[in-house]
């Protein structure tokens, strides 16, 4: 007689089988792709307790226990001044997961609501140096981010709009100010909505923001990316694939026909050696 899977099991099997064109097979694609995870790699997968670093976390645990290529993950999180009932949902979803989580405590929502200016600026940039920082402790190279296909598409098009700039979202990228140390994206071709009917189906209700400043704010005024968000679904009534078209420019930048383009910090403009072609 077969002994009966555990919850937990059931859903990892659910993950790769009855989730396996909307959620693994994109997961995978883009490990691949951007050859986000080599051989040897220590990764620390950082999970903030919404659904989508929770998904990666599933999905990296998946993935080392199936790969070829051997690396190892740590499941990090970083308790930056969540209130007891938040941080106790994290670590419920985490065991009904089962995903071994590795917590450290630091003040940083303290810190980014006393700021004046720019809080939710300051906090993000704070967040990712206390990760990058404890993921070297660690041991690891690299840490996983749970940013998706919408993320992408949504700040190319912020950039445009607000910052005056033709800029997407990297799969991976170098650290700056920890060298050694590599920022991976491995949900970047996933979507949101198979993310929510992947938490939907199994009734997991995960953290959406636990900023006060954030609540406080969205009351005042609808967010930025809220706005976009909006756009992109009214356009997506008219033109189901604007997402993936918009996803895809990024891929087929074309150099050539613009008047002026920024690589490694440098401006490049097109007058610069025009008489000479």
């Known amino acids: 007689m077969k002994r009966a899977l555990e919850p937990w099991q059931n859903m990892e099997r659910d993950l790769i089988k009855g989730h396996r ?32 670093s929770m998904l990666l976390a599933k999905l990296m645990q998946e ?10 993950a740590a499941y990090l999180v970083m308790d930056p001044g969540y209130s007891r009932e938040n941080r106790e ?11 071994p989580l590795t917590f450290f405590d630091t003040e940083i929502f303290s810190a980014a609501f006393a700021a004046e ?9 704070m967040r990712r140096g206390a990760l990058y920082a404890k993921a070297r402790d ?16 949504e700040t190319t098009v912020l950039a445009m709009f607000y910052g005056s700039q033709l800029q997407g979202m990297m799969p991976k990228l170098h650290s700056s100010h920890f060298p050694g140390m590599e920022l ?3 949900l970047y071709c996933v979507h949101e909505e198979d993310i929510t009917a992947w938490s939907r189906r199994w009734g997991l209700e995960f953290l959406q923001c636990a900023c006060r400043f954030t609540e406080r704010a969205q009351r005042e005024e609808i967010s930025k990316r809220r706005e976009i968000k909006e ?31 920024k690589t490694h910090g440098k401006q490049v403009w097109f007058l610069d050696g025009y008489e000479e072609e």
Do not use: M
């Open 231 to 261: 756009l992109l679904r009214s356009l997506r009534q008219k033109h189901p694939d604007i997402e993936k078209c918009i996803f895809q420019s990024i891929h087929n930048v074309c150099l050539d026909t613009f008047p002026s383009y």
């Open 63 to 72: 993935l080392h226990r199936h790969s070829i290529h051997p690396f190892e």
């Open 184 to 186: 991976i994206r491995p």
């Open 117 to 125: 200016k720019n809080p939710c600026y300051l906090c993000a940039r």
């Open 89 to 99: 949902k994290i670590e419920a979803n985490a065991a009904r997961l089962h995903i």
């Open 138 to 153: 660690l041991g690891c190279n690299k840490i996983a981010l749970g940013h998706h296909f919408n993320d992408v598409v």
């Open 21 to 52: 064109k909307e959620l693994w097979n994109p997961f995978i694609y883009a490990v691949q792709r951007y050859e986000l995870v080599r051989p040897g790699d220590r990764i620390a997968v950082c999970v903030s307790g919404g659904k989508d």
